[in-house]
């Protein structure tokens, strides 16, 4: 590869400066989603417990089935308020979606290292921009599978940490027991990381036009088309 030549001009077009968008955009998507930490909280009365708060901490990667509410006082309620485990497991969806983000946001980096330092290599082999095109279809496709496999995910994780889960708890039924939901952390940040997974998939989509215009595909032959318009020059 040639030597590194820095020049900024590739920013001011639209293929340089929006790769430098999507490596910030997929910082948000892992920073919102990945540093999440909560607590769902509920009331407990029973026997010789009186509004007792009972949390379960949880966070990323949102394995709820290993969360527990612990007993409110194992000497009391008669010894019936026992462990309970939140429910669901949706390490995979967060997972898949927050690697991504961060896979996307090392491929925005080495992108823009090649746009800024090697574009008269890129433009002049053709390999480059159609690893580049096919790419940027592939993130385009696993931007919309991993949101809206997330946004599923999170709908079901508002549904197990919020009211609903004092249906759940069998002690919360038992006569002379009763639990009162209190409070779930705010899930604003998570809310947010879906919008930037939407946003990443538009931004991708949009440049695709961009990275297709720099491929073979698009440009034509450098062999000259109209050689076969005129006959050769005869001869003297």
Known sequence: ?????????????????????????????FATCGGYKGATTILVSCKGVVNRTVTAAFAYP???????????????????WADFHLVGNFSSSAQFFVTLGVLIFLYCMAALVLYLGYMHVYRNDGIFPMIDYVFTLSAVFLWLVSSAAWAK?????????????????????????????????SMGSLNVSVVFGLLNMILWGGNAWFVYKETSLHKPSNTSQDS?????ASGI
């Not at 077009?13 to 948000?28: A, Y």
């Not at 949102?62 to 019936?80: E, H």
């Not at 994780?157 to 009763?178: L, R």
Request: hydrophobic share 40%; with cysteine.
């Open 1 to 29: 590869m040639s030597d590194f030549h820095l020049d900024l001009s590739p920013l001011k077009e639209p293929l340089g400066f929006i790769k430098l968008l999507e490596w910030f955009f997929s910082m948000f998507v």
């Open 62 to 80: 949102f394995r709820l089935n290993k969360v527990i509410f612990s007993s409110p006082d194992p000497t009391r309620c008669n010894g019936t």
């Open 153 to 185: 995910a999170l709908v079901d994780i508002k549904v197990s940490t919020g009211p609903h889960i004092v249906e759940e708890i069998p002690a919360c039924k038992m006569q002379g027991s009763s639990c009162v939901f209190a409070s779930v952390t």
């Open 228 to 232: 076969g318009l005129y006959p050769p």
